[in-house]
């Protein structure tokens, strides 16, 4: 539900998250908004900016701040091409994305930020401007330097957020946790399962449209993606799927799945 703008208070717009020094496990809807360089930054200086006894915060503002640290330049050094494109952003993409998601609340009209939710406190972590691969993914950094042929590319926090924008793969992932300790996963016992989960039905009593159509996303999108990234060890021939460098960290974000261990 998109918030109001008369002024009022939209209950809905309450995101309860207590703050952490810890990263925060997050929805597919959260890890799609935090995806984003700009949209980060968007929120890190709103974080810093945003007064609460103030009626509300200029857009212009806001634009100015977000292209002196993208073009690296000071306010006063910022050139008439570099503001535009951070104010037309703003006002096009991302300020309506921020408030259709209850983190914001703006005014078209005048430009300006309303209300900002306080409870952005939980991406304190993930908005930080000095927050290191180690930090975001432990223990990599340490595995990847015993073996240097590996050759393995980093996994940028943008990366890492994409693949858990959509819950298919959220699942998947949890699903793949929580019976780690079976020495690999089974593609159809993985598929039977999702469409399960997805379906709200016990497992096995699905349609075979149903199950057909997941083992099809599974196999040809979701897997390839997470192997690609050195999330997943997936053979596609066998059908059979195993952690990679990358798994346990990322797991670390996901939020608690029940019902997803045999």
Known sequence: MTPSRDGESDSNLK???????????????????LNNTRRRRILKILSNEFEEDEN???????????????????????????????????????????????????????????ELNKNISKYDKIISDNISEEELFPGVAEIRTKDKEWGTPELTLNEGLSLLGNERRQFTLQYLENNIDQPYCDLSRLTDYVVAWEEEIEVGSHFSDDRQSAYAGLRQFHLPKLHEKNIIDFDKRRGTIREDIYFEPLTNLLPDYSSVKE
């Open 56 to 114: 509300a915060y200029p857009v212009s503002d806001l634009a100015e701040i977000l292209a002196s640290w993208e073009n690296n330049k000071g306010l006063d050094e910022i050139e008439r091409q570099e503001y535009k494109r951070a104010y037309v952003s703003l006002k096009q993409t991302h300020l309506p994305f921020l408030e259709n998601s209850g983190h914001v609340k703006y005014c078209d009209n005048n430009m300006q930020v309303l």
């Open 15 to 33: 995101i309860i998250a207590p703050s952490s020094d810890t990263l925060p496990e997050l929805t597919p809807e959260e890890a799609n908004l």
